[in-house]
């Protein structure tokens, strides 16, 4: 059984930084992709980022995009999301998790995946 743990959450003012990261434990870890997701209060959960374990390659959404970057230490079993220019639309609970299955090319979806952290909140005040 895979474990989950985000850390990093916190509240900064807008144009501030924070780093969020994600710790995997437990069972035998093999994923093949890890995702960032964030889900505001009254709204769905929404992709932000993935990083695809082997390789290393990322994909945003195109509302993060150039100011959010996903990495990963794979000896270390964590993945990290640094959130640049944050501002008050990025509030919200952010979720790492991860796909335990044979890669897919679809990755966006929370479907794609079998583990998920318990959240930590993010909010960004103007």
């Known amino acids: 059984q895979v474990q989950l743990v985000e850390s990093g959450g916190g509240s900064v003012q807008a144009g501030d930084s924070l780093r969020l990261s994600c710790a995997a434990s437990g069972g035998t870890f093999t994923s093949s992709a890890m995702g960032w997701f964030r889900q505001a209060p009254g709204k769905e959960r929404e992709f932000v980022a993935v990083?695809?374990?082997?390789?290393?390659?990322?994909s945003y959404a195109d509302s993060v995009k150039g100011r959010f970057t996903a990495s990963r230490d794979t000896a270390k079993k964590m993945v990290y999301l640094q959130m640049n220019s944050l501002k008050p639309e990025d509030t919200a609970v952010y979720y790492c998790a991860a796909r335990l299955r044979v890669y897919t090319s679809n990755l966006y979806n929370t479907g794609a995946y079998d583990s998920w952290g318990q959240g930590t909140q993010v909010t960004v005040s103007s």
């Open positions: 990083i695809r374990w082997n390789s290393g390659s990322t």
